[in-house]
């Protein structure tokens, strides 16, 4: 089972800036779909923003669209979510996942930390 690489996590102040990022484990592993997760305790790990193979389709929650880029480096098979305007409320572990058919989030990330204070 191929595993995602993330980092990028971390303690900031509401309104700054974050950036995570994402790559598999085995660099030429090949997926149709990569994305970003977010979980707090005791609730579902929610979909926030997703992107293409080849970066022509992108899809964002509403509770971030505006705020939160995610981008994808296609030459080091590499996905980055931009967070911008950061809230208390964003923070959670957010999840990197990818699927290699459909919306199979079949892969994962090991999780990494944000946290926002106000």
């Known amino acids: 089972q191929v595993q995602l690489v993330e980092s990028g996590g971390g303690l900031v102040q509401a309104g700054d800036s974050l950036r995570l990022s994402c790559r598999p484990a085995i660099r030429t592993f090949s997926t149709i779909r990569m994305g970003w997760f977010r979980q707090v305790p005791g609730k579902d790990r929610d979909i926030i923003a997703w992107?293409?193979?080849?970066?022509?389709?992108?899809w964002y929650a509403d509770s971030v669209k505006g705020r939160f880029t995610i981008l994808r480096d296609t030459a080091e098979n590499t996905i980055y979510l931009q967070m911008n305007s950061l809230k208390p409320d964003d923070t959670a572990v957010y999840y990197c996942?990818?699927?290699?058919?459909?919306?199979?989030?079949?892969?994962w990330g090991q999780g990494t930390q944000v946290t926002v204070s106000s």
């Open positions: 996942a990818a699927t290699r058919e459909s919306f199979n989030w079949a892969y």
């Open positions: 992107i293409t193979r080849g970066g022509d389709s992108t």
